[in-house]
């Protein structure tokens, strides 16, 4: 069984900093992309990075390049956001994901973990 448990969240003004954290396990394949999307009230689910877990390559929104960094620790199968100058319009839930392409699209999605509430204030 597949869970995603996401922790690190919080209330954070804006230009700050915070690290969320991912503990995955229980994949369906080797060959597993774990992904961080986001949601805010009224808005639909984005994308903001992912990482392959076999190589560890990445990809980023564009809203989101130069201020947050996705990496890994394998060994303790987690994946972290290190998410910094943080924006009021950086404020939502966010979900870490388990899924099968090196996308930003939740189509590739096969598994989501509960969620985190990051909130910024201005």
């Known amino acids: 069984e597949v869970q995603l448990v996401e922790s690190g969240g919080g209330l954070v003004q804006a230009g700050g900093s915070l690290r969320l954290s991912c503990a995955a396990s229980g994949f369906r394949y080797d060959d597993v992309f774990i992904s961080w999307f986001r949601q805010a009230p009224g808005k639909e689910r984005e994308g903001v990075s992912s990482?392959?877990?076999?190589?560890?390559?990445?990809t980023y929104a564009d809203s989101v390049k130069g201020r947050f960094t996705i990496s890994m620790d394998s060994a303790k199968n987690m994946v972290f956001l290190q998410m910094n100058s943080l924006k009021p319009e950086d404020a939502a839930v966010y979900y870490c994901?388990?899924?099968?392409?090196?996308?930003?699209?939740?189509?590739?999605?096969?598994?989501w973990g509960q969620g985190t509430q990051v909130t910024v204030s201005s």
């Open positions: 994901a388990a899924g099968v392409k090196l996308s930003l699209n939740p189509r590739w999605v096969d598994d």
């Open positions: 990482i392959r877990r076999r190589d560890g390559s990445t």
